[in-house]
């Protein structure tokens, strides 16, 4: 099955939290914490302005993001469980450093 989010929402996969804290203390699951980072899934084409004309997302589909505890509405497709939310519920996107390259 297959799912196109409407307007400014967006399809999230939660990306899991490392399961050691830096000293390796394991946390068990009833523990932790719903991971706040997802990856995009899938994009809606936007939202419509006071003109009518079509603003498009910000984001794309693969982009890594951060969002809010609360933030979006819990869904299971394909028995997989995902978040829909709208694009304002996100609070940025997480930027890979890239290698600099070093002088020959």
Known sequence: MTFRPLHDRILVRRIEAEEKTAGGIIIPDTAK???QEGEVIAVGPGA???AGQLQPLDVKVGDR???GK???TEVKIDGEELLIMKESDIMGVIEQKKAKKEAA
């Open 33 to 35: 914490e719903k991971p």
């Open 48 to 50: 419509r302005n006071e």
């Open 65 to 67: 993001i951060l969002f």
């Open 70 to 72: 609360w933030s979006g």
